[in-house]
RNA sequence: CGGGGUGUGGCGCAGCCUGGCUAGCGCGUCUGGUUUGGGACCAGAAAGUCGCAGGUUCAAAUCCUGUCACCCCGACCA
């Protein structure tokens, strides 16, 4: 492609409204335009590089044995209300209705495929004989997000590729799982991305089921917990934290004494009236488990986990109590339940944490009154002792010696065993080989495309612009030419632009009649990987320059047989991004 | 959905507080010339309903009311 043939807006100034690194790249290098919150034109250039992601991916996907199919965006709002995904998806969920002659016909716009695909299924696999069996797809899907942000990371549009398996039994189910797993880590190998797969929350099947790829970045949304040294991976959700002895400070257990706290609800208004450390506050939360109420202690400066108290204490359904069942129980209005002394006598469960508080803080079951010089055992006891909360920075890994680290990271892929969830719901049904009928086993498995690219640029970024590895680059070499009038010079560069072409490289050949410095800023800021520069003071030598995007230096490079040299470069930097993944030395 | 911020040629901004001549500046664009290895220089030109609507006033980019859009923080996120 010649540069004066095709549309790169480059900005030399940042758009007011872009805050992180690619969001604001992105616009300066002309990849995308924004139409409207949360939706984005992808521009000549953003476009190239979203297709190269895309057919890595496709690529793994064909691979590891899944099919292509095209589902349609738009789907009867019917089959959303029969798997109850309308009330759980809320607003997200966008819908309109279609005026057909004589009717309204209410639509979903897809914010994923799992109702359509399962009908399908239901309606063309009914035996075993037809399974295991994974299609995908790789559609644009759209919530309606409250609040699209961070450019191309959380729009109301984005390309996503799904893919669902079918199996008829769990066995059948881990393999295809596996699969799917093993190609998401190839696809984000390739795509030069740094991932973590991390443990999920695993919804019905539990145990092992669920796995989230994630790119670490310091503007990602999500929070993940790693050991360096054990390589345990987690999302905040999931994370557990490793049981450690409860070392108690050898100091003097001093008498309970109620005391007021007018107006002091919450942790912070507690901790600031009574000048305190959250840490020493007990904090009690009420829910209401499986209707029945329990009360939940956590230390006041750490967050309670549903999903592991669900876990630890066998519960089905756990909601926090409202007000009324709070004051039913505890005697007093919401903000001042504590363990002891409680109106009801119902099941205590407390983080292991809790343990280790001496003359704690917490609520006297009295409005506006709380207790201090709480103590375990003389006080109240736990019917249990558990790990109820959220992992932290530096909490202990619950499979080594070692602590945690917490980071932020970028969603890029998420791998689920369903189970039968959709299959039953849909009556997605398969004949046995003991001609029983059974529901089919499903697995469910995305990749967020544009987020790749978000994540690359995130973490591939320098002061002059984007470092794109090959796999992704929207051209893999950039021909520059410094003085394009210079017709000794364009001869050049347009028999190696044809010899490049035709060995299957992208190229892109900056034949625009400016200075030589615009064109240096341009090609740094689109960061092409690899830029020949073609010059009159090269030329005399024979010369051209060869300059990778991350190195310092420049190398000169023969012009004889410069155009084998160059794709045999590009080749073999496509298939392991080496150069690139040794960027870190040279940056 | 709560809190905060911003809307002025294509892009980035000043002007608004304290109303008043023809609404400025930088970048970009176009024309001519000089230049040509890291975002050149000179001369000239085009391009703006000051987000929109209403109000106050002799007079509104500026003050008031409403409204829309966009951005940030938080809540939410199959």
């Known amino acids: 492609?010649?540069?004066?043939?095709?549309?790169?807006?480059?900005?030399?100034?940042?758009?007011?409204?872009?805050?992180?690194?690619?969001?604001?790249?992105?616009?300066?290098?002309?990849?995308?335009?924004q139409v409207m919150a949360g939706a984005y034109a992808y521009l000549p250039l953003g476009l190239r590089s979203l297709r190269k992601a895309e057919r890595i991916v496709r690529?793994?996907?064909?691979?590891?044995?899944?099919?292509?199919?095209?589902?349609?965006?738009?789907?009867?709002?019917?089959?959303?209300?029969?798997?109850g995904r309308v009330s759980a998806f809320g607003n997200v969920l966008v819908q309109t209705t279609l005026q057909r002659k004589d009717r309204k016909v209410p639509v979903v716009f897809g914010p994923t495929h799992e109702e359509i695909i399962t009908d399908f299924v239901a309606h063309h696999i009914s035996s075993y004989r037809q399974m295991p069996i994974t299609l995908y797809q790789i559609t644009s899907k759209f919530r309606n997000e409250e609040r699209p942000r961070f450019g191309v990371?959380?729009?109301?549009?984005?390309?996503?590729?799904?893919?669902?398996?079918?199996?008829?039994?769990?066995?059948?189910?881990?393999?295809?799982?596996?699969?799917?797993?093993?190609?998401?880590?190839?696809?984000?190998?390739?795509?030069?991305?740094?991932?973590?797969?991390?443990?999920?929350?695993?919804g019905p099947i539990g145990g092992d089921a669920s796995h989230e790829f994630m790119a670490p970045a310091e503007n990602g949304e999500d929070s993940i917990l790693h050991c360096k040294d054990c390589g345990y991976a987690a999302?905040?959700?999931?994370?557990?934290?490793?049981a450690r002895d409860c070392v108690a400070p050898d100091v003097e257990l001093k008498p309970l004494t109620k005391l007021d706290t007018p107006g002091?609800?919450?942790?912070?208004q507690v901790s600031k009236f009574l000048k305190c450390k959250p840490q020493k506050l007990i904090k009690t939360l009420i829910y209401l488990a499986d209707g029945k109420p329990i009360a939940v202690l956590v230390r006041g400066d750490h967050d309670a986990n549903e999903g592991k108290i669900?876990?630890?204490?066998?519960?089905?359904?756990?909601?926090l109590a409202p007000p009324e069942v709070i004051e039913k129980v505890t005697g007093a209005p919401v903000g001042f339940a504590g363990p002891v002394g409680m109106k009801e006598k119902i099941p205590i469960y407390a983080d292991r944490d809790v343990q280790c508080i001496v003359n704690g803080v917490t609520g006297a079951n009295a409005a506006d009154a709380h207790v201090v010089n709480v103590n375990l055992r003389r006080d109240f006891m736990p019917d249990l002792f558990a790990d109820l909360r959220n992992a932290l920075d530096g909490d202990p890994c619950p499979r080594c010696s070692s602590i945690l680290a917490m980071r932020h990271a970028i969603e890029i892929g998420h791998v689920f065993k369903l189970g039968t969830k959709y299959t039953d719901a849909l009556?997605?049904?398969?004949?046995?080989?003991?001609?029983?009928?059974?529901?089919?086993?499903?697995?469910?498995?995305?990749?967020?495309?544009?987020?790749?690219?978000?994540?690359?640029?995130?973490?591939?970024?320098?002061?002059?612009?984007?470092?794109?590895?090959?796999?992704?680059?929207?051209?893999?070499v950039v021909l520059t030419v410094v003085k394009v009038p210079d017709e000794p010079s364009m001869a050049a560069a347009k028999k190696l632009y044809g010899e490049l072409a035709a060995a299957g490289i992208d190229v892109l050949l900056d034949d625009r009649d400016c200075r030589a410095g615009v064109k240096f800023k341009d090609a740094d800021l689109i960061g092409i990987p690899l830029r020949i520069v073609i010059g009159e003071r090269g030329l005399k030598e024979g010369k051209f320059e060869a300059k990778w995007r991350w190195e310092k230096a420049a190398e000169m490079l023969p012009v004889e047989g410069a155009g084998d040299a160059i794709a045999k470069w590009v080749q073999e930097e496509r298939k392991e991004n080496a150069r690139f993944g040794n960027r870190r030395d040279a940056l």
Not at 59 to 83: F, H, I, K, R
Not at 310 to 319: D, M, Q, S, V
Request: hydrophobic letters at 40%.
């Open 235 to 242: 999302n905040q959700e999931k994370a557990e934290i490793g």
């Open 1 to 33: 492609m010649l540069w004066t043939q095709t549309l790169i807006p480059t900005m030399k100034e940042t758009p007011e409204g872009a805050e992180i690194p690619s969001h604001i790249l992105m616009l300066r290098a002309g990849m995308i335009s």
């Open 310 to 319: 669900r876990r630890a204490c066998k519960i089905e359904k756990l909601e």
């Open 264 to 268: 002091a609800s919450t942790i912070e």
């Open 427 to 476: 009556n997605a049904k398969y004949a046995d080989a003991d001609e029983q009928l059974k529901p089919i086993i499903m697995g469910c498995y995305g990749i967020g495309v544009n987020r790749i690219l978000a994540s690359l640029i995130e973490t591939s970024h320098d002061a002059d612009g984007i470092v794109w590895p090959m796999t992704l680059a929207p051209y893999e």
């Open 153 to 202: 990371l959380r729009t109301s549009e984005f390309l996503m590729k799904d893919a669902y398996s079918f199996d008829a039994t769990l066995e059948s189910l881990n393999r295809s799982y596996d699969k799917m797993y093993d190609a998401y880590c190839k696809i984000f190998t390739r795509c030069g991305v740094n991932y973590l797969a991390v443990e999920a929350e695993s």
């Open 59 to 83: 690529e793994e996907m064909d691979a590891a044995g899944a099919v292509e199919l095209a589902l349609p965006a738009m789907s009867p709002l019917s089959l959303w209300e029969q798997t």
